[in-house]
């Protein structure tokens, strides 16, 4: 499992992965893992950045080597956040995928002489049919669980995040809730870029960090999976920049996929 988060606050986007891939048996019990696996990356042609969840391999080929290739055959300079997300969902449909799995892309488009952000998501899960993706504009709708989808206005400003979730829900999601007669939420258009750079490490550490503290219903331990961390921005004046990748020291032996 992933902790993937991607955000935007009006000073840009921000990207932040954990930095470990698993393998797990049929009762998703943790047989195999390995740590600082890259899980971002950089565009090469556009000021674009991708990140995923999920799956790390298909078919024999890390999924930043995927992006590289899709790049190299698919991608144009005059390309955009939204013309490259249908672009790789036709790709990864021909890997024939059938295990859950998705892409944050994030950029900014030009509309007239402005430029905004816009998240997409391009995601396979258990009710899409064998090897379809959906391609969700993040910023002005949403899935359901069922496959149901919900749409709203055009918000510049929002949190993508997926995998291992718990965490980002709790932050995103249900501080209104917990603290209904209090300013007990996040507000993403008052935040500058350097505290939504510390939000969204926040959020991917202790993503990891609660794990290690976890027990199932029948009192078995939670075995921990979200480590290390990739943090990767994207500003209208500096593009795409490297903030952080840090490696993770296990005290546990790490034991190669």
């Not at 998703?28 to 740590?35: E, F």
């Not at 209208?236 to 546990?252: A, M």
């Amino acid at each position: 499992m992933t902790s993937t988060l991607t955000l935007s606050c009006p000073e840009g986007i921000v990207f932040a992965t954990d930095r470990r891939i698993t393998r797990v048996d049929k009762d998703g019990n943790i047989k195999k893992y390995q740590d600082n696996i890259d899980k971002i990356y950089k565009f090469s042609k556009v000021p674009i950045g991708a990140s995923y969840w999920g799956l790390a391999t298909v078919n024999s080929r890390t999924m930043l080597g995927h992006f590289k290739r899709f790049e190299e055959t698919n991608v144009a300079s005059k390309d955009d956040v939204n013309s490259i997300s249908e672009k790789l969902k036709n790709y990864l449909e021909s890997l024939k995928i059938e295990d859950s799995m998705g892409v944050h892309l994030a950029g900014y488009c030009r509309n007239d002489d402005e430029l905004y952000p816009q998240l997409r998501h391009v995601f396979h899960t258990s009710w899409h049919l064998s090897g379809e993706f959906t391609n969700e504009n993040s910023n002005q709708e949403y899935h359901l669980e069922d496959g149901t989808k919900r749409v709203y206005c055009y918000e510049p400003f929002i949190a993508l995040f997926n995998g291992d979730n718990a965490i980002a829900n709790a932050f995103f999601n249900f501080l209104p809730n917990i603290y209904p007669n209090w300013k007990g939420r996040i507000i993403l258009d008052r935040l500058r870029l350097r505290d939504s750079i510390r939000l969204a490490k926040m959020v991917i550490t202790t993503s990891g960090d609660i794990l290690d503290f976890l027990y199932t219903i029948d009192n078995q331990k939670v075995a921990p999976v979200v480590r290390g961390l990739m943090v990767a921005t994207i500003t209208k004046e500096d593009g795409y920049q490297w903030i952080e990748k840090t490696q993770e020291s296990c005290l546990t032996e790490n034991v190669p996929l």
